[in-house]
């Protein structure tokens, strides 16, 4: 089992407390929080400053301000992210607007013993190598000819397309990889690559239309198309996707019964799911091969109530400490 050392913080009115610990991630995962850090200083750098119009106020009223001013920024900020990476096209609820910004701000980091990994919610620009690892997956699960990937490919990403149009009740992750050198240090920005993805359905309006059989219950939440790039593999990558979905699911779904499917043939995933706690709850008839499906199982886990804080040691594979933040 993994070491997993869990760290959340959902109140964004703590926000001020939590400044000094991104940018010290900042630092070692530039891909989490380098565009969000970059639009902030934007738009900072365009408020008109208060020094120039308040010369003869208060301190208090200085004070009051630059509390404003801080809160006109973080919104800013946040609806940035809406436009730019959350653009749904319809009205969002006070609910559904509280989501989006949980969902900006979740991040689960990974610590290997030959790198670091951290997991997050898909951006816009990072569609197409998405849509390349989906693609790669799907032709070689399906034993699809190589003539096929460029089909294949129109037809994941016009399926991811659909699925932002139910954010937040249905989120794409992606999982980023940093190897380590042979100095036991960690290589720069350049050579972090995308590792995996994993979606999300967090309820019944995030469900899909069509699920695979057997059909899981729509008003509970259902992990799916996780898959971990081919030469990282063996790593615990895939491990750390299902535990980050696992995170978000437990701070965002009223309900704590996460579902899955399972092939029948694929033994490693399997297992792993096993020692996760998923449990078969369902396994396809024999009538799936009419239709030239593999059979499946339909596997379900009961998440607890609240996530543990500190540090939980346990032994999986090669993972050293790991933890979540918002």
């Not at 610990?21 to 200083?41: D, G, I, Q, V």
């Not at 139910?166 to 972090?192: I, M, N």
Request: net charge negative; with cysteine.
């Amino acid at each position: 089992m993994a070491a997993v050392s869990i760290a959340l913080a959902f109140s964004f009115d703590s926000l001020k407390h939590n400044q000094s610990k991104k940018l010290n991630l900042s630092s070692r995962y530039p891909s989490l929080y380098s565009s969000r850090s970059h639009r902030s200083s934007l738009r900072l750098a365009s408020l008109p400053s208060s020094s120039h119009s308040s010369s003869i106020s208060t301190a208090t009223e200085t004070g009051e301000e630059e509390e404003e001013e801080e809160s006109t920024i973080k919104s800013t900020s946040s609806y940035d992210f809406l436009e730019e990476t959350f653009r749904t096209g319809r009205f969002l609820s006070n609910a559904e607007l509280e989501k989006l910004k949980s969902l900006e701000g979740f991040a689960y980091f990974q610590e290997l013993e030959s790198g670091s990994m951290w997991v997050r919610v898909m951006r816009k620009d990072e569609m197409d190598s998405t849509v390349n690892l989906l693609a790669e997956s799907f032709g070689e699960s399906m034993m699809l000819p190589s003539g096929y990937q460029s089909v294949l490919r129109f037809l994941v990403k016009q399926y991811l397309i659909e699925r932002r149009e139910v954010l937040p009740h249905a989120v794409t992750l992606v999982g980023f990889f940093r190897k380590k050198t042979d100095q036991g240090e960690e290589e720069d920005e350049e050579v972090v690559e995308m590792a995996g993805t994993v979606e999300v359905c967090l309820d019944k309006r995030g469900a899909n239309a069509s699920p695979p059989s057997p059909t899981p219950p729509k008003e509970s939440p259902y992990v799916c198309n996780m898959t971990v790039k081919e030469n990282l593999r063996r790593r615990g990558i895939g491990w750390h996707l299902l535990k980050a979905s696992e995170e978000l699911i437990s701070q965002l779904s009223p309900s704590k019964d996460v579902y899955l499917h399972c092939r029948m043939v694929d033994e490693a995933p399997f297992n792993m799911y096993k020692k996760a706690g998923y449990e078969v709850v369902k396994t396809d008839t024999v009538l799936v091969l009419l239709m030239l499906q593999r059979r499946k199982h339909l596997m379900r886990k009961k998440l607890p109530t609240s996530t543990t804080s500190g540090s939980d040691t346990v032994g999986f594979d090669n993972e050293v400490t790991s933890s979540a933040t918002v």
